[in-house]
């Protein structure tokens, strides 16, 4: 289970850094594109009885909920009035346009008061009131008072009388309102909302599909005529796009969307967690399957823009990967919930990959501009935007980061886990005990960790500490061997009692598996968790000319800014021959040495335009 979030503060720079980007500058800038795009006046509309006007995507409600969210979290950290005005707009707004039966959503009432629940496969319904029960459950826990609760509770009943077994057999195309269900479930203590989420968890993929009998239903189907181009494969239901070709249980591989894809993993772990075994099983072979072969060393996932999501194993192109913001983060969240369930720390180090790569690339220093895609090459023609059409990617990186202290620290029973060592304080409890848990570190920057607790009253119990996965060798007095990823020491522990590890961050290059056509011949570089990349601006020259040269070695300068840390720094060499004339010709190489600077991919793009590279053609100069 995750940790609550007001229990977690992140004191680690670089996340307080990206953080309080989004607290001063990006949470209004977001909502007033809310504004500005109809959004927030879709609900307005709702609540003066109009119809008509709807404005924008059928999803866009979802945005505002992430939103409110992300601003709940924020005012947990620093209650500034603006985050506040955020809450209590979108509540009002949203309470303004609910039905009197605990439905919300803005475009059916106004577009299509007629046409609810018609067309689950497509509509999103059940993916925004997904997303408004999270932020109604983030919102109570910040603010208290009721209200949201209330507001939650209107819209789980809601769902739990309209869907379930003996009444109707139905779930949502996106997947969402399974995780939205289980966290109202445990936060506001109602068993129905868990039942109804584990029942649609067990429905999916299972036949009849709802789902296909809407693509055969002449009214449904003219109600998302594009249906079947990408829910069928020659004309016959296939359903896959949505993880609905077969139950969990029976999957051994992640397909379709891949967010829909995340969000059904993070569905499933939240309301069995590691218990059921076919699902754990079907789980880990899907993890291993994913992580293997279909994830970018950005922690990247679904490489496809056709559906947003997976194609085949090891095709994992770097110029058009599509590694949307919200897939990365969906992994972090299945990441986060298996390295709970399971207790192994390899699940936290694919977490790390993606939080600290694929993910922070989203969104730049200022919070005001996102990436939807993450490309591990680029032109210079890619570039953050203010805002999308589809912008699912700006508030949920921001409900995201700003919660990040849900992720990083568990705790259950008798034990603590530091499940990633960045500085933190957190408000645990061991076996009853209130224990804070001060974490001191400069991870992932540097590696002296300090763990030091603080329990109410002595209290025996296990503290574990992860040793991420991409630690070059570690140290830690009395232990030579983690245990799945972890050191444990098990003892009465009393004020004041604290742990140390060292860990060596030493930068090196990473070589990928040969089946991945597009990165042959080439090496990528790591330093602990951050994957770097060559910038245009450092090397002076388009970086697809630069050839690297591995025997040189790697040095590392540091950087003041705590989202970048450390700069690192590569020899080799630019093909710097003239070209004019025909486009081939046998020409020799001019080949002028250089030593060029590589920053944390999750920081490129924020120095101007510029052609960018991961995978770095490597050779002798
Ligand atoms: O459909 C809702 C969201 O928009 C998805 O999660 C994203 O992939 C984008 O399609
Ligand atoms: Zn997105």
Redesign the pocket.
Known sequence: MLAPHTRVRVTAPLVVAWQDALIHQGLSHQWRMCEETGRTENFRRVARGEKGGFAGRY?ND?DVYKLAEAAAYAHALTPEPHLKAILDEALGLVEGAQHADGYVGTFISLAHPDKRYLCLAAK?EM?CMGHLLEACCAAEEVLGGGRWQALGESVADHLVSTFGPGRRRGYGG?EEVEIGLARTARQFGRPGDLELSRWMTDQRGTRPSPFEDEINDPVSLAFAPTLPTIWCDAGKYDGSYAQDDKPLRDQTTAVG????AMYQYCGAMDVYGGDDTGLSEALLRIWSSLTERRMYVTGGIGSSFAN?GFTTDFDLPNRTAYA?T??GIGLCMWAARMGAAFGDGRFFDIFERSLFNGVLSGMDFAGTAYHYENPLESEGDHIRQPWFD?A?CPPNIARFILSLGRYLVSWGGGTVSVDVPLAMEAQAEMSGVPVKVVVESEYPHKGSVVVRVHPQSPVYGTLRVRVPGTATTWSCPGHTHPAHGYLSWTKEWKDGDEVVLDLELRPEFLRCDPRVNANIGRVAVQRGPLVYCLEEKDLGARVQRFVVDESAGLTESSDADPRVGHRLHVHGAIDAADWHGPLYQAKARQMMPVTAALVPYATWGNRGQGSMQVWLAAGRA
Do not use: F, G, M
């Open positions: 999803y979802s999103h993916y996106h969307h891949a967010v829909r947003e949307e919200c897939a589809c699912c």
